[in-house]
């Protein structure tokens, strides 16, 4: 069976600095190259930081973060860090924001995700699942989106996601199983609740069972107005056995290597799948 080392970055994105998280982006993918990482996963927003919120009516900001995203594959490339695929969250839109007159319900900004590899975007992916409840109003910014993007890396087939799409049953982690992918990724901008890391694991673990896959989430750190973001960054095994967490703690970068489920059958670098 394929292995895989995989390296998660819980770090602090700060919301607007595009060029500052880009440089902590580059700065941990190096530390993840040094450890021997083949893949390595970034919160949610990682190049905006998170929540973003109104920034998101701003075609200013949309526009920073899509050129942010682009420059940051060459200069990953440019470090020498070209061959290691890095997955990054980060705001795109493909329409109007949805104050707009020619507001559309299929397109517009995206709560988005990318793989950068080989100095360009290789992937993308938009989330599924839109939280609306809480501290969160994403249904009022975001357009959801529908496919499931999988990738080929290291000889694992790797299904991408973000954040809300494992706190619901069904969706991309159904889809995960039907495409028989070997590791579903999941970024996150979770913020702390009381006794919220007692939920995480079981959750992660319910998800690994309806993909049949290994499960990667990654959490961030730090504080944005009155949400506080506790990582607690955890890989589980596709039995449920849990491979590695990082509990709450300042910007962290850990390792994991395990043996994945083979590739079902020949597939590009990357397809998506409703």
């Known amino acids: 069976m394929p292995t895989l080392r995989l390296a998660l970055a819980q770090v602090n994105p700060t919301v607007g600095d595009l060029p500052g998280n880009a440089a902590i982006v580059r700065e941990w993918s190096r530390a993840a190259a040094d450890s021997g990482a083949q893949l390595v996963a970034f919160p949610e927003m ?9 920034l998101v ?9 899509q050129a942010a995203l682009h420059r940051l594959a060459a200069d990953l490339a440019g470090d020498g860090l070209g061959d290691l695929p890095v ?12 104050v707009s007159s020619e507001a559309s319900p299929d397109r517009g900004p995206r709560d988005a995700l990318a793989l950068l590899h080989g100095g360009r975007v290789a992937a993308t992916y938009y989330k599924h ?3 609306n409840y809480g501290v969160f109003d994403e249904d009022r910014y975001f357009v959801p989106g ?11 087939d790797v299904a991408l996601t973000v954040c809300e799409d494992i706190w619901q049953a069904g969706g991309p982690f159904a889809v995960a199983r039907q495409a028989r992918v070997g590791l579903v990724v999941n970024i996150n901008g979770s913020p702390y609740e009381l006794d919220k890391d007692d939920v995480r694991l079981p959750l992660v673990q319910r998800r690994a069972a309806e993909a049949g896959a290994a499960v990667a989430y990654v959490n961030m750190v730090g504080g944005q107005d009155e949400l506080v973001f506790d990582g607690d960054s955890i890989v589980v095994a596709a039995d449920g056995t849990l491979l590695a967490r990082s509990r709450s ?18 597939r590009r670098p990357a397809t998506s799948a409703r």
Request: aromatic residues 8%; hydrophobic residues 35%; charged residues 15%.
């Open 46 to 54: 990682m190049l905006t930081g998170y929540p973003v919120e109104d």
């Open 57 to 65: 009516f701003r075609e200013s900001f949309v526009a920073a973060s």
């Open 87 to 98: 997955v990054v969250g980060y705001l795109d839109a493909d329409g109007p924001a949805r």
């Open 129 to 131: 699942h839109l939280p």
């Open 146 to 156: 529908d496919t499931l993007t999988v990738v080929r890396m290291a000889g694992v």
């Open 249 to 266: 703690s300042p910007s962290t970068c850990s390792s994991t290597t395990w043996s994945c489920r083979p590739p079902h059958s020949t």
